[in-house]
């Protein structure tokens, strides 16, 4: 009889226990490393890029789109709408060059857009593609609640330094009365950006919005135009023989005062877009702003209202039945003029008036407030900031995500929710399980019954 010691024992139940430990130790670095050849393998395929890459690839269709409707612009001089609307889905559907160059280059390589259809104007812009001379660009409407003022999204001059004489001074004013100025100065043997170390001797093309000469950022003060604000007037004047030519693109479909020469172009657009991969294939209408930030809809939602479908000259307006709008309304001071937003619709934009603004029976108002009367909002929301002189009253379940100022009282009832800041130089009244995430601040008394400040109060 054979007898095994307790240590000869423990010994090898141990090199066994140690066998199936490194047994699985090898078995999982075999799944790991499949794993990744599987996965190299997919993302080096036409399906493998989604994620950042599909941002990238969304970016880059953007880009190109707004680029080409931008070129457009300032390049087909048409004299419609509708000419500038066919002009350019030609130029981006079917066998196009765009098509050609982008579509099927980026299809071969990663999951992307391969087709582009129904391409719509959603925002028109006005183009003035002129020679420069001694002229103010009144871009006010004083006639219309809509663009009393109007945003710039690309203002240009190119002009030869050999072959002019004379200083060139280019001004813009906002709609605050906010003014910038740059001259150009002829120096005799170039030109050079008075107070700023900038000189230029040869052809050049300045970008009065991007401040850039000929593409290139240069700290010249030459950024005349934010296009997060909206204008009243563009200056040009020039001397004896400033010779040279400008671009101008406006928001809206409203004639540029005191220039002759105006054609139609497109502020943004929308296109079926058709994305596939070797999994799954699928259209969806996609917009693509070609100015700025693009528009304060909310996910590029595409609007089926404008501003020609409302009543804006007479003493009031209704938006109604579930539409999205879109629409700058703003209308000159003592006219008395009202806006009811009813009926779950929307309308994105911009509010300066001299009246009562409404946002009821769950509708939403996605922009700014710049003035108004009394505003009820009462089962509706505002998506933007309130900044105004009367009264502001907010009742069931009303939403305002921004900051709220009021020269007047401010008023929250039944489930209100302010997720900002409010100021009042009267009084603030929370009531109704209403809630404000912000700071609450009040020259006269900041009453809280039955509410929640998480911030601080002031008063």
């Known amino acids: 009889m054979v007898t095994i010691s307790h240590r000869h024992r423990d010994r090898g139940q141990l090199l066994l226990v140690g066998a199936i430990t490194l047994a699985f130790i090898i078995l999982g670095a075999v799944v790991v490393y499949n794993g990744v050849l599987a996965t190299e393998t997919v993302a080096s395929g036409p399906t493998g890029q989604t994620g950042p890459g599909a941002k990238v690839t969304n970016d880059e269709l953007e880009d190109g789109l ?43 390589s990663r999951p992307t857009a391969t087709r582009i259809e129904t391409v719509d104007v959603v925002m028109e812009a006005r183009v003035a593609t002129n020679s420069i001379g001694n ?78 000469i000929n593409g290139t950022e240069r700290e010249c003060g030459l950024e005349l135009i934010d296009p997060d604000e909206s204008y009243d007037e563009v200056e040009l004047s020039q001397g004896d023989d400033a010779d040279g030519s400008y671009e101008l693109v406006v928001k809206g479909d409203q004639d540029i005062d005191g220039i002759d020469d105006v054609h139609y172009g497109a502020w943004d657009i929308a296109a079926d877009v058709t994305y596939t991969s070797n999994e799954v294939s699928y259209t969806r209408l996609q917009r693509v702003p070609i100015y700025g930030e693009g528009s304060q809809n909310p996910f590029g939602l595409v609007p089926n209202g404008f501003c020609d479908n409302l009543n804006l000259t007479g003493g009031s307006t209704t938006i109604d039945d579930g539409k999205i709008t879109e629409c700058d309304i703003k209308k000159a001071d003592g006219s008395g003029f009202t806006v009811d937003i009813a009926d779950e619709s929307t309308l994105v934009g911009e509010v300066e008036i001299d009246g009562d603004l409404d946002i009821t029976d769950e509708s939403t108002l ?13 089962d509706g929301k505002l998506i933007g900031d309130i900044n105004n002189k009367e009264s502001i009253t907010m009742d069931n379940g009303a ?61």
């Open 135 to 212: 002229e103010s660009v009144d871009l006010m409407n004083n006639e219309s609640a809509i663009n009393t003022t109007r945003h710039v999204g690309h203002f240009a001059l190119e002009f030869d330094p050999d072959d002019s004489d004379g200083d060139i001074t280019v001004r813009s004013v906002n709609s605050s009365g906010g003014t910038k100025e740059v001259t150009i100065a002829d120096s005799g043997s170039d030109y050079t950006i008075q107070s700023e170390p900038c000189s230029m001797s040869q052809p050049v093309r300045i970008d009065f919005v991007r401040g850039t």
């Open 399 to 459: 939403k305002v995500s921004g900051d709220i100022s009021s020269d007047k009282t401010i008023s929250m009832g039944t489930n209100s929710v302010v997720r900002g800041d409010i100021y009042s130089k009267k009084d603030v009244d929370i009531d109704g399980g209403s809630v404000v995430y912000g700071d609450v601040t009040a020259d006269g008394t900041v009453t809280v019954n039955d509410g929640t400040v998480h911030g601080e109060i002031n008063d």
């Open 66 to 108: 707004g680029g080409l409707a931008h070129r457009g612009n300032v390049n087909w001089d048409n004299s419609s709408g509708g000419s500038y609307g066919n002009a350019l889905e030609t130029a981006i559907t079917g066998d196009s060059e765009y098509a050609d160059s982008y579509l099927n280059t980026t299809a071969s």
């Open 366 to 378: 996605y922009g700014r407030v710049i003035r108004a009367q009394n505003i009820d909002i009462d």
